[in-house]
């Protein structure tokens, strides 16, 4: 069954059939790859992401670099740590597409999350992002920066991580109870090591 890809534009030629991503408030971007190879693949998520695309003559398309210190320099380092390679492959996917997913977004001025300085990020900019969307997703964004923060401290583009001084959202069912019986249920889920939001 085909994938619709999100602001993917097909536009057939007289000679060939080109494909264009088009992200509102920013310029289109042609991918150049034969659609539906990995190459391909990667050049779309480069453009969604707001990466720039290199081609050479003789020599197949490659992703720029990411400006240094930016979000996506340093989800790229996280990637590459051991603690992302030690994840089994279903999590690894899980997190390399919640972190896609979040570079993609932009801010009020159009501009993508992926270009923002990793340094400026802190806890209210985090607890923003936490609380965009669903529960479920704003805590794994917390998650998943908690141990991209880890993995850029080394490299010095961050001098601390901020994702830790942030707790989980707590789930409808998960809030407390006002009732009388509330003080004895919450003590015995205590005593039963059920604490929302630990890390």
Not at 77 to 88: A, C, E, N, P
Not at 134 to 154: C, D, H, M, W, Y
Request: charged share 30%; aromatic share 8%; glycine share 8%.
């Amino acid at each position: 069954m085909p994938i619709k890809l999100r602001y993917l534009e097909h536009n057939p030629t007289t000679t060939d059939d080109r494909y264009f991503v088009r992200v509102p408030g920013r310029k289109r971007v042609r991918l150049y790859g034969a659609p539906g190879t990995s190459e391909w693949l990667d050049e779309y998520k480069a453009a969604i992401s707001g990466s720039s695309i290199v081609r050479s003559e003789n020599r197949p398309l490659r992703r720029k670099a990411s400006v240094a210190g930016s979000l996506r320099f340093a989800v790229e380092i996280y990637y590459k740590s051991d603690g992302f390679k030690l994840l089994d492959a279903r999590t690894q996917r899980l997190r390399r597409n919640l972190l896609d997913r979040l570079c993609e977004r932009t801010n009020k001025k159009g501009e993508p999350y992926a270009q923002q300085p990793f340094r400026a990020l802190d806890a209210a900019k985090i607890i923003q992002w936490r609380d965009e969307g669903a529960v479920e997703t704003g805590n794994s964004i917390v998650k998943v920066l908690r141990q991209g923060f880890k993995a850029a401290v080394p490299h010095r583009i961050c001098a601390g991580n901020p994702a830790k001084d942030v707790s989980y959202r707590l789930r409808r069912s998960q809030a407390l109870d006002c009732s009388p019986s509330a003080p004895l249920r919450q003590t015995e889920g205590l005593s039963e090591g059920r604490i929302s939001g630990s890390s």
